[in-house]
């Protein structure tokens, strides 16, 4: 199966590359990390100038926060000249954006081709004067680099994951971190391909977008993630919440994703909501479901037939305790420089500078324990060890 996937994969990647390097001129491909340069890129905002249609552009442009906005008009014109030669443009955009195009020297690529909120743009030769014809919307901040290796928090996002090894179904932004932190790193830490989907959005806020994505950064994540159709609503049970989370819209969402990523191991939420949230108890109610309606050809006909039929391997629900394992959180992971994987997820919350009215932390013990796992579903046999991937070949 191994092969098969991997296969489709680098079908995927080569057509995928092809069509990137047409619409921007570059040599990028999804799933590919650029080689490291041997000196570091250097921020150039202090020494470039910004324009929008001409006049001078606010210091809320460049300011590197969330708090503060520059709103542009579709087909604005976004001027940059700098002392030195730019290499990378770094946008954090309120919304995903919808396509645009950067043009310098005499040429011209396409940019928000993913609708990245965070997007880098790697230009096909470096540039002094570049103009970007920007979309409608706001700008949280603008970044402009030299050639070189970029800072650690510049997030380079990926498509998401077309040969997912670990999907991670969560409700909200910050439960990624809270309740599958270590997980999530410990599985990057091992070369494993992760995808997060979560239940709910939070298009209506302003700061958590933003938030989820440098949290997701932080565990090592690079695959952009999924987010619901579902608004964030507060309650307290498993009934309350099918009366507004509709239990077959969930179910249509997870066999969606399920059937888009193909993912070998899956984690969710404990059934009964880690503190009692109706919320986390429906995403892992319904998915009990959704793990063996997506081989069945008539369950959501429409996704099986667009994106095939697939069971995964194994099935993993937090606290879930007859088959329960411990994953280990504190031994040092290279990967993170040392790091625990219990560490990187502590780093990891503190993104989430908006949830921290509230008395939650990443913790091992009681009901937030980050280490207790339990398999719930296996086509490949029972656990003998403490490993998410035990009987998965590589």
Known sequence: MKIKRTLTKSIQILVLGFLMMSAQGEAMIWGQRTLALTTDATKLNASSTFKINGIKATNDLIDDTINTYVNFKEGDILSITSTSSIQYIYILFDRAPSLYTVAYDGSSQRAGIFGFLHELITLKSTSTSIEITMPSGKVASIFVYSEGTLPSKVQKWEYPSFDTELLVFATHSDDEALYFGPAIATSISQGKDV??????????????????????????????????????????????????????????YELEQIRRFKPEVILSHDFNGEYGHGAHMALSDTLKDAIVLSSDFNSLTESAVRLGLFSPLKTYIHLYTPTEIILDVNSPLEY???????????????????????????????????????????????????????????
């Open 336 to 394: 993170f420089n040392g790091r625990s994987a219990l560490q990187v997820a502590r780093d990891a919350y503190e993104y989430h500078i908006t949830q921290h009215i509230w008395p939650l932390q990443v913790i091992t013990y009681t009901y937030g324990d980050v280490r207790r796992f339990g398999l719930y579903h296996s086509l490949v046999g029972a656990d003998t060890t403490n490993d998410l991937f035990e009987h998965i070949p590589d």
């Open 195 to 252: 995808q997060v989907a979560y239940l709910v959005n939070h298009f209506n806020t302003r700061k958590r977008p933003h938030e989820t994505l440098d949290s997701l950064w932080e565990l090592g994540v690079t695959h952009y993630p999924i987010f619901g159709p579902f608004r964030d609503l507060q309650s307290t049970s498993l009934t309350h919440a099918y009366t507004i989370y509709p239990k077959e819209k969930i179910l249509q």
